[in-house]
C-alpha cells in the first residue's frame, strides 16, 4: 500500500489563501506563450486535434408536455449550437511553476492565474463577478486583453525547459478531495503526465476545504493505479507555495491566449451554429470547446486503468447494472420511481451494484466489460472514462441537469467512444412543472413516472434484441427515432419489422426504415422503403428527390426518369433548382 496521508502545511501563515479578482486581466492572468514563470518539459506534438468520439444523446421523458417542450428544444440546441462535428484531444502537458501560489482551488504562477482545464472556467466566472459584477464590461475587457495578447506576441513556441531538477516536488491543485468527478477528471488524470520523467521528489495534492470533507477514494485510486509512488504522495490543504515545483497543464484552458493559426479551425467545427458561437477567440466558444474537448491526460488515465486491470479475473462483476448510492459518502438524491424501474431491469438481467462498495480496480473492470449501466445523475458516470466502446450508459436526468451539467460527461463518453443515452424526466418536487433556482437550490433529485419507466425500458429491450408491442405508429416512430440517433439502426429495424401493418401509408415509419437501410448501407431495401413514403404522402417534394439519389445508387434509371417526371409535374420550381445544380441529370433524361 503507498504511504498517502494528509499533511499540515509547513507555514500556514507562510502565504495567506485570499485572492483578489479585481485586478486588470493583464495583472491576473498567465500567458503562457509570454509570461515568464512556467516551463514546458516536454513540447506537446500537437496542441488540438481531432478524435472519433462517442455517441450522445438526450431523450425527453416527462409526464407534462410543457416540460417535454423545453427539454426537446435545449437537446436541439445543445446539437445545433454546441456540438462539434468531432470532438477533439487537448493537449496536456507537465511543467515546472517558478514561485508557485497553491490557494482555494487555483494555482498561480508568478503572482497569475494559471488558465488550465476547467479551472479557466472558474477563474473567469470568478473575475466576471468579483471584478465588475458580472457585468458585460467584464467580458468586453477579457476578449480585448486576449486579443492583445494574440496579435502581438512574437514567440509562438512555448518556453522549453532545458533540464529537470530530479529532486523538485509535485503538486496539483484540487477543486476538492471529495467530489469524485473533479478529483479522478481533474487531478488524478494529470499524474499521467509524470510517465517517463525521472524525479525523485515528493507528490501533494493541494486542497481547499477542511480536512474532515476528504475522503479515503483519493488515495485508494492513486494507489490501485500509480503503485509507483510508494510513500511519497501526501494531501494537504492550501495555502502553500513553492519557489519551484513540478506539475501539469491542460492547454484547453488556455486557448483564447494560443496563436490565431493554432485555434482557428475550430471554428469548422461548428458549421450549423450561430455566428458568434463560432468565434473562437470569444469567451462564449470557450465554454463550447470545454464540452468537447478532452484533455490527453484522461486519455492517458484510462489507457493506465485498463492496463492495470488486464490480465485479472473479475467474471464475478455483472454486465448489465443500476448503479445507486451510499449515502454515507454523498448527498442522497434518490430518484423517485427508482424500485419500479429496477423491479423491470432485474427481469433483464440487471443487478443493483454502489460503486463506493467496490475497489478502484473493481469499479475499472465493472465498466471496462459493461454492456449496459442505468443511473440517476450524479457522480457515478465519472466511471464512464472506462467504459468499452460497445457499452450504453443511460443516465435518468431533468431539465435542470439537461441545462446545467450534462455536458459535465461528455468528455468522458468521447474519450470511452461509447453510447451515452440521457432519458430526461421531472424534479422531484411538490410541482414538478416549477424550475428550480439552481444557485439556490442545487440538484433537484429526479422523478421518472412510470409512463417515462416504460419509454426507458422500451428502449432498453429494444436495444437488447426484444422489441415490444407499441399501441400506436406514433409510439413506434418515437422509440424508433431513438434507437436510429443512438446509432443503432438495426434495433429499430427489427421493431419496424414487428409493427409492419403499421407501416402502410404512415410516412414518416416508411422514411425511417429508408434512414435505417441507407445507415446498414443497403440502397436497394432503401429505395422500397422511400416509394412507400412517396405513396404515403406525395406531396413531399424531399422523398422525390432522395428517390433519385437512391435510384441513381443503385442505376435505376427508370426510376430516375419517373421521379424527376412527377417533380418537375407537381413542384416545377424544385424541378428547375435541382436540375440546374446536377447536370448529369440531362444525360439520363
Same mark, same amino acid.
Given at each position: 500500500?503507498?504511504?498517502?496521508?494528509?499533511?499540515?502545511?509547513?507555514?500556514?501563515?507562510?502565504?495567506?489563501?485570499?485572492?483578489?479578482?479585481?485586478?486588470?486581466?493583464?495583472?491576473?492572468?498567465?500567458?503562457?506563450?509570454?509570461?515568464?514563470?512556467?516551463?514546458?518539459? &516536454?513540447?506537446?506534438?500537437?496542441?488540438?486535434?481531432?478524435?472519433?468520439?462517442?455517441?450522445?444523446?438526450?431523450?425527453?421523458?416527462?409526464?407534462?408536455?410543457?416540460?417535454?417542450?423545453?427539454?426537446?428544444?435545449?437537446?436541439?440546441?445543445?446539437?445545433?449550437?454546441?456540438?462539434?462535428?468531432?470532438?477533439?484531444?487537448?493537449?496536456?502537458?507537465?511543467?515546472?511553476?517558478?514561485?508557485?501560489?497553491?490557494?482555494?482551488?487555483?494555482?498561480?504562477?508568478?503572482?497569475?492565474?494559471?488558465?488550465?482545464?476547467?479551472?479557466?472556467?472558474?477563474?473567469?466566472?470568478?473575475?466576471?463577478?468579483?471584478?465588475?459584477?458580472?457585468?458585460?464590461?467584464?467580458?468586453?475587457?477579457?476578449?480585448?486583453?486576449?486579443?492583445? &495578447?494574440?496579435?502581438?506576441?512574437?514567440?509562438?513556441?512555448?518556453?522549453?525547459?532545458?533540464?529537470?531538477?530530479?529532486?523538485?516536488?509535485? =503538486?496539483?491543485?484540487?477543486?476538492?478531495?471529495?467530489?469524485?468527478?473533479?478529483?479522478?477528471?481533474?487531478?488524478?488524470? &494529470?499524474?499521467?503526465?509524470?510517465?517517463?520523467?525521472?524525479?525523485?521528489?515528493?507528490?501533494?495534492?493541494?486542497?481547499?476545504?477542511?480536512?474532515?470533507?476528504?475522503?479515503?477514494?483519493?488515495?485508494?485510486?492513486?494507489?490501485?493505479?500509480?503503485?509507483?509512488?510508494?510513500?511519497?504522495?501526501?494531501?494537504?490543504?492550501?495555502?502553500?507555495?513553492?519557489?519551484?515545483?513540478?506539475?501539469?497543464?491542460?492547454?484547453?484552458?488556455?486557448?483564447?491566449?494560443?496563436?490565431?493559426?493554432?485555434?482557428?479551425?475550430?471554428?469548422?467545427?461548428?458549421?450549423?451554429?450561430?455566428?458568434?458561437?463560432?468565434?473562437?477567440?470569444?469567451?462564449?466558444?470557450?465554454?463550447?470547446?470545454?464540452?468537447?474537448?478532452?484533455?490527453?491526460?484522461?486519455?492517458?488515465? &484510462?489507457?493506465?486503468?485498463?492496463?492495470?486491470?488486464?490480465?485479472?479475473?473479475?467474471?464475478?462483476?455483472?454486465?448489465?447494472?443500476?448503479?445507486?448510492?451510499?449515502?454515507?459518502?454523498?448527498?442522497?438524491?434518490?430518484?423517485?420511481?427508482?424500485?419500479?424501474?429496477?423491479?423491470?431491469?432485474?427481469?433483464?438481467?440487471?443487478?443493483?451494484?454502489?460503486?463506493?462498495?467496490?475497489?478502484?480496480?473493481?469499479?475499472?473492470?465493472?465498466?471496462?466489460?459493461?454492456?449496459?449501466?442505468?443511473?440517476?445523475?450524479?457522480?457515478?458516470?465519472?466511471?464512464?472514462?472506462?467504459?468499452?466502446?460497445?457499452?450504453?450508459?443511460?443516465?435518468?436526468?431533468?431539465?435542470?441537469?439537461?441545462?446545467?451539467?450534462?455536458?459535465?460527461?461528455?468528455?468522458?463518453?468521447?474519450?470511452?467512444?461509447?453510447?451515452?443515452?440521457?432519458?430526461?424526466?421531472?424534479?422531484?418536487?411538490?410541482?414538478?412543472?416549477?424550475?428550480?433556482?439552481?444557485?439556490?437550490?442545487?440538484?433537484?433529485?429526479?422523478?421518472?413516472?412510470?409512463?417515462?419507466?416504460?419509454?426507458?425500458?422500451?428502449?432498453?429491450?429494444?436495444?437488447?434484441?426484444?422489441?415490444?408491442?407499441?399501441?400506436?405508429?406514433?409510439?413506434?416512430?418515437?422509440?424508433?427515432?431513438?434507437?436510429?440517433?443512438?446509432?443503432?439502426?438495426?434495433? =429499430?429495424?427489427?421493431?419496424?419489422?414487428?409493427?409492419?401493418?403499421?407501416?402502410?401509408?404512415?410516412?414518416?415509419?416508411?422514411?425511417?426504415?429508408?434512414?435505417?437501410?441507407?445507415?446498414?448501407?443497403?440502397?436497394?431495401?432503401?429505395?422500397?422503403?422511400?416509394?412507400?413514403?412517396?405513396?404515403?404522402?406525395?406531396?413531399?417534394?424531399?422523398?422525390?428527390?432522395?428517390?433519385?439519389?437512391?435510384?441513381?445508387?443503385?442505376?435505376?434509371?427508370?426510376?430516375?426518369?419517373?421521379?424527376?417526371?412527377?417533380?418537375?409535374?407537381?413542384?416545377?420550381?424544385?424541378?428547375?433548382?435541382?436540375?440546374?445544380?446536377?447536370?448529369?441529370?440531362?444525360?439520363?433524361?
Amino acid at each position: 500500500m503507498l504511504n498517502l496521508s494528509l499533511r499540515e502545511p509547513e507555514s500556514p501563515t507562510a502565504v495567506t489563501n485570499k485572492t483578489d479578482l479585481t485586478l486588470p486581466p493583464e495583472d491576473l492572468f498567465f500567458d503562457p506563450w509570454s509570461d515568464a514563470g512556467m516551463s514546458l518539459l &516536454r513540447a506537446p506534438e500537437y496542441l488540438w486535434r481531432p478524435i472519433t468520439g462517442g455517441i450522445i444523446e438526450g431523450f425527453a421523458v416527462s409526464e407534462h408536455d410543457t416540460v417535454n417542450a423545453k427539454i426537446r428544444s435545449h437537446v436541439a440546441a445543445a446539437g445545433r449550437n454546441r456540438t462539434f462535428t468531432t470532438p477533439v484531444e487537448y493537449a496536456s502537458v507537465p511543467v515546472v511553476l517558478d514561485q508557485a501560489d497553491y490557494r482555494k482551488s487555483y494555482v498561480m504562477a508568478g503572482g497569475k492565474y494559471l488558465l488550465q482545464g476547467a479551472t479557466a472556467t472558474r477563474v473567469i466566472n470568478s473575475f466576471r463577478w468579483d471584478s465588475l459584477r458580472g457585468s458585460d464590461d467584464a467580458i468586453a475587457r477579457l476578449e480585448v486583453f486576449f486579443a492583445q &495578447r494574440r496579435n502581438t506576441r512574437l514567440p509562438t513556441d512555448l518556453p522549453k525547459s532545458l533540464a529537470l531538477e530530479p529532486e523538485l516536488n509535485v =503538486a496539483f491543485e484540487c477543486r476538492n478531495t471529495f467530489n469524485y468527478f473533479h478529483f479522478i477528471t481533474e487531478a488524478l488524470a &494529470r499524474l499521467c503526465l509524470l510517465d517517463d520523467i525521472a524525479f525523485t521528489g515528493d507528490i501533494y495534492f493541494h486542497y481547499p476545504h477542511p480536512d474532515d470533507k476528504h475522503r479515503a477514494f483519493c488515495a485508494a485510486f492513486v494507489d490501485a493505479l500509480f503503485p509507483e509512488y510508494a510513500g511519497r504522495v501526501f494531501f494537504e490543504r492550501v495555502p502553500k507555495t513553492y519557489a519551484k515545483v513540478l506539475s501539469g497543464f491542460d492547454l484547453v484552458g488556455s486557448h483564447l491566449f494560443a496563436p490565431p493559426e493554432e485555434t482557428a479551425p475550430l471554428a469548422a467545427l461548428l458549421p450549423r451554429a450561430r455566428a458568434e458561437m463560432t468565434d473562437v477567440f470569444s469567451l462564449a466558444f470557450h465554454q463550447i470547446l470545454e464540452r468537447n474537448a478532452v484533455n490527453s491526460s484522461l486519455i492517458a488515465l &484510462r489507457k493506465r486503468a485498463l492496463a492495470a486491470i488486464e490480465g485479472q479475473d473479475f467474471s464475478h462483476l455483472p454486465t448489465r447494472f443500476f448503479v445507486g448510492r451510499d449515502d454515507r459518502q454523498s448527498r442522497a438524491r434518490h430518484m423517485a420511481g427508482e424500485d419500479l424501474l429496477i423491479e423491470h431491469l432485474q427481469l433483464f438481467g440487471f443487478d443493483y451494484v454502489v460503486f463506493e462498495n467496490l475497489s478502484p480496480l473493481e469499479q475499472i473492470a465493472l465498466m471496462a466489460q459493461a454492456e449496459m449501466m442505468v443511473s440517476y445523475h450524479g457522480a457515478a458516470f465519472t466511471n464512464m472514462l472506462f467504459a468499452n466502446p460497445q457499452a450504453t450508459v443511460i443516465e435518468l436526468g431533468t431539465l435542470q441537469t439537461a441545462q446545467w451539467r450534462w455536458a459535465d460527461f461528455w468528455p468522458l463518453a468521447n474519450a470511452a467512444r461509447c453510447r451515452y443515452v440521457t432519458f430526461f424526466a421531472d424534479f422531484q418536487q411538490d410541482d414538478p412543472l416549477k424550475e428550480p433556482a439552481f444557485g439556490q437550490d442545487g440538484i433537484v433529485p429526479t422523478s421518472l413516472s412510470e409512463s417515462g419507466t416504460a419509454q426507458v425500458m422500451a428502449f432498453i429491450v429494444s436495444l437488447f434484441g426484444f422489441p415490444p408491442d407499441m399501441p400506436s405508429a406514433g409510439s413506434v416512430l418515437k422509440l424508433g427515432q431513438r434507437l436510429f440517433k443512438v446509432g443503432a439502426p438495426d434495433r =429499430a429495424l427489427a421493431l419496424l419489422e414487428v409493427h409492419d401493418a403499421m407501416l402502410e401509408g404512415h410516412a414518416g415509419l416508411c422514411l425511417l426504415k429508408a434512414d435505417c437501410h441507407k445507415a446498414l448501407d443497403e440502397p436497394k431495401s432503401e429505395l422500397v422503403a422511400l416509394d412507400l413514403a412517396f405513396k404515403a404522402k406525395p406531396d413531399r417534394w424531399q422523398t422525390l428527390i432522395r428517390l433519385i439519389w437512391c435510384a441513381n445508387r443503385c442505376e435505376r434509371t427508370q426510376v430516375i426518369r419517373w421521379a424527376l417526371t412527377r417533380l418537375e409535374r407537381d413542384f416545377p420550381e424544385r424541378h428547375a433548382a435541382f436540375t440546374a445544380k446536377h447536370a448529369w441529370l440531362r444525360y439520363v433524361v
